[in-house]
């Protein structure tokens, strides 16, 4: 995930962080409250591309203090029963989505209905939002979303069947992957059998 330009106080606003433990590292979840509502703003990953979390989140959002809030610690739970190699659906009225461009409302949607233990291609991500030409945007749209695992950015992978790039590195996409049933042949490349 990659949030360019925001910081601690967006429009003056402070952000807060949780830590959760996860099988792969600690999970970051920043969220504020904006006009009375508790809102996630961003979930960040562990993975070896960004290093520790709560640096990557502090280079971010650089002020934010560590605390907790009782909705931001009903995602959590979702959070740990996913990790446990349950199957859940998230819930989204907890994110704060007023950051999202144009184009991540349109695509992250679609990509929530991607089910576990299944992957779509980025061309395919594409078609199912009627833009069958914009695989290029839904990777950036990937690159750029802020709330992994809600929004399954790690099943969009490559035509070719290679898993392709994942803000918490691709190691970490392979273990998510297979944390959901997912499978690999002997050259890394998933069966066309669990494409969406």
Not at 172 to 182: C, D, I, T, Y
Request: proline share 7%.
């Amino acid at each position: 995930m990659t949030i360019k330009g925001q910081r601690t106080a967006i429009g003056g606003i402070p952000h807060f962080y949780r830590l959760l433990p996860s099988p792969f590292g600690d999970v970051g979840l920043v969220w504020c409250i904006r006009n009375g509502v508790v809102g996630i703003s961003a979930i960040f990953l562990p993975g070896e591309e960004r290093g520790e979390t709560v640096q990557a989140l502090h280079d971010v959002y650089p002020g934010a203090r560590r605390t907790s809030h009782e909705e931001v610690d009903e995602m959590g739970i979702f959070m740990e029963r996913y990790f446990r190699g349950e199957a859940v659906t998230f819930p989204l009225d907890s994110l704060d989505v007023s950051h999202l461009t144009a184009f991540q409302k349109k695509v992250l949607p679609e990509l929530y209905r991607v089910p576990r233990g299944r992957v779509v291609s980025y061309e395919g991500l594409a078609g199912k939002v009627n833009a069958p030409r914009a695989a290029r945007a839904v990777g950036t749209a990937m690159a750029r979303n802020p709330f992994p695992l809600v929004f399954p950015c790690h099943r969009v992978v490559r035509t070719s069947g290679e898993p392709g790039s994942f803000g918490g590195g691709t190691g970490l996409k392979r273990k998510l992957l297979a944390l959901e049933g997912v499978e690999f042949d002997e050259r890394g490349r998933i069966d066309a059998r669990y494409y969406w």
